[in-house]
């Protein structure tokens, strides 16, 4: 498809494992964005890439929390050591602008779920 | 990034026109107004953005205050897919999209 694609959808695990969220951006979008999203509340800014790099990684909560885009274009989100205050919707967005604001596409997001 | 605030929710009848306001009084000279809303369960999707001028497009139009520190969302005739919840965010280039709670609108058969 031509929009930005996450993957898994859901995924529940439990307390102290590892968890991987895959974020497949927009072809040709150079600007990609994490958020983590609570029951009630609006998204909440996790990490900033342009190209390769974290251009801003100051949303990101504590150590447990990681994010690479080793090419430029698919991104990972990494938790260490999950808790349950890890559950959440972490969506995903690109944006074909570089190094500023522009419109944000957004994927449908992957639920954790921290048992 | 600029603060925003937005009324928590607002109801709006079907087919009239839904205003909903923002205020961003310490917006910088550099900053836009963009709009985003949230159906339940998806992500959210853009709506319109501006500097100065007022802008219109095929899903809104955003009125921005001569001193840019509040503006309007208007959706000139409401449907009940309108349904969402409205975010107001100010950002510029080089800054990030900060989302607050936004305003939840719901529309009234």
């Known amino acids: 498809g031509a929009g930005v694609s996450q993957t898994p959808s859901n995924k529940v695990t439990e307390k102290g494992k590892y968890v991987e969220l895959r974020c497949d951006p927009i072809?040709?979008?150079?600007?990609l964005y994490w958020y983590r999203q609570s029951l009630g509340q609006g998204p909440e800014f996790l990490i900033y890439?342009?190209?390769?790099?974290?251009?801003?990684d100051s949303g990101l909560p504590n150590d447990r929390f990681f994010a690479v885009r080793p090419e430029g274009s698919v991104s990972t989100l990494k938790i260490q050591r999950t808790e349950r205050g890890d559950s959440a919707v972490y969506l995903c967005?690109?944006?074909?602008?570089?190094?500023?604001?522009?419109?944000?596409?957004f994927g449908e997001g992957s639920r954790l779920t921290v048992l | 990034d600029a603060k925003t605030t937005q009324p928590t929710s607002m109801d709006c009848a079907e087919g009239r026109a839904a205003n909903l306001p923002c205020n961003h009084s310490?917006?910088?000279?550099?900053?836009?107004v963009y709009w985003y809303r949230q159906i339940h369960s998806q992500g959210p999707q853009y709506i319109i953005h501006?500097?100065?001028n007022n802008e219109t497009n095929e899903m809104a139009s955003l009125i921005i205050t001569e001193d840019r520190k509040s503006s309007t969302l208007i959706l000139p005739h409401a449907t009940l897919r309108d349904t969402a919840v409205y975010y107001c965010?100010?950002?510029?280039?080089?800054?990030?999209?900060?989302f607050g709670t936004g305003t939840s609108l719901t529309v009234i058969p």
């Open positions: 967005a690109s944006s074909l602008v570089q190094g500023g604001a522009g419109e944000l596409f």
């Open positions: 072809s040709g979008h150079t600007a």
């Open positions: 890439f342009q190209g390769t790099g974290a251009a801003d």
């Open positions: 310490t917006i910088s000279g550099n900053e836009y």
């Open positions: 501006g500097l100065k």
């Open positions: 965010i100010v950002s510029g280039t080089g800054n990030q999209f900060y």
